[in-house]
């Protein structure tokens, strides 16, 4: 875990590089596989190690024979969109700063539907925060503001123009700046809500810091540390808190640019949890590190790996013999120079 992977080796370091290495669905594939079972493929019915590949650019369980495509259970799976072109759009929200509009990437793309770019940026989105992993630790400003209103025109929702009340939390490193933060919608600014919030985003034993607001006091209880900034509530609060105060000045003014304020209420969720993928990620130099992690979390999505974990915790007693001693399609011996990243690659069975 946590080992980084190797620029230009496990990733393209630019466009140029991302255009050599997924010039067809095959490359695409073979990243995805290689993403998804980097020791090699793992049978989902009998967790067995090793497999080859069929025709179909599936891959086929050594022992038992069940066939598993690379792109089954990702946000790939069962997609009439080629995958070269999901991987271009995963590659230009991930290397542009502020991320890309549904508009950009229609035009990027030169794909005849505004709802397809839309539906493929959702999906995208739809990966970026794992619950319960990656929740901020020390000491956290937590908040709520409102999103929308005159400045933002949240679409949906009876009223134009209406707000959405959101969370905020942020960590705050001593003796000055900030760390990562998270967002996400608030039903109200009820102790349960608040409470709910920081559970799913807050590890337990961090600092709560908030302003005097009531609702703190039974939501921020153990296994959290409550510090109240008891008088300090409203405007006056946000100098107190100024974590909470700039990631959501921040946030509004990404929403209403990139997004120019067309964000549809139900969606907001998704819409923060991308803000904060950006956020959280704004001194990576790499861009390219960025698209691996995001088609890390998009082939990361499958339960049945999960299971395997707990199935098969053993290491295997017997090595498979390798594909290539086996007879299979020639598409696993294309030159190697197509796909940089299989050179690190432990072959399937070694
Ligand atoms: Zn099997």
Redesign the pocket.
């Known amino acids: 875990m946590a080992v980084s992977p190797l620029a230009g080796v496990q990733y393209p370091r630019s466009m140029g590089e991302f255009a050599a290495w997924f010039s067809a669905d095959a490359d695409c594939r073979d990243y995805l596989e290689w993403l998804r079972w980097p020791d090699g493929f793992v049978?989902?019915?009998?967790?067995?190690l090793g497999g080859w590949r069929t025709a179909d650019g599936r891959l086929m369980?050594?022992?038992?024979?069940?066939r598993r495509s690379p792109t089954a259970g990702t946000i790939f799976d069962r997609t009439r969109t080629p995958l070269t072109l999901w991987f271009t759009a995963c590659w230009l929200f991930a290397t542009q700063k502020d991320g890309i509009s549904a508009l950009s990437l229609k035009r990027s793309l030169e794909i005849g539907s505004y709802q397809t770019a839309w539906a493929m940026l959702h999906r995208v989105r739809s990966v970026l925060v794992r619950p319960g992993r990656d929740r901020l630790q020390g000491k956290v400003e937590v908040d709520e503001t409102y999103i929308g209103g005159q400045e933002l025109g949240l679409r949906g929702g009876r009223a134009k123009g209406k707000k959405a009340l959101v969370a905020v939390a942020v960590e705050r490193i001593e003796p000055r700046g900030f760390g990562r933060a998270r967002m996400a919608p608030l039903a109200d600014t009820s102790a349960d809500s608040l409470r709910a919030f920081l559970v799913d985003n807050v590890e337990p034993g961090a600092t709560i810091i908030t302003d005097g607001l009531q609702s703190y006091r039974p939501a921020v209880i153990e296994p959290y540390i409550h510090d109240r900034l008891v008088g300090a509530a409203g405007p006056a609060a946000s100098k107190l808190l100024p974590g909470v105060h700039t990631v959501s000045s921040l946030a509004k003014r990404w929403l209403l640019g990139t997004h120019q304020g067309a964000v549809d209420e139900a969606h907001l969720a998704s819409y923060l949890n991308e803000f904060v993928f950006r956020f959280n990620r704004r001194r990576s130099r790499s861009r390219g590190l960025v698209f691996y992690r995001v088609l890390e979390l998009a082939t990361a999505h499958d339960p049945v790996r999960y299971r395997n974990l707990i199935a098969n915790p053993e290491p295997r007693a017997r090595m498979p013999v390798p594909p290539a001693t086996r007879g299979h399609p020639a598409s696993l011996e294309r030159p190697p120079a197509n796909r940089p990243w299989r050179t690190t690659r432990p072959p399937n069975s070694a």
């Open positions: 049978c989902p019915r009998c967790a067995q369980c050594i022992a038992c024979g069940a």
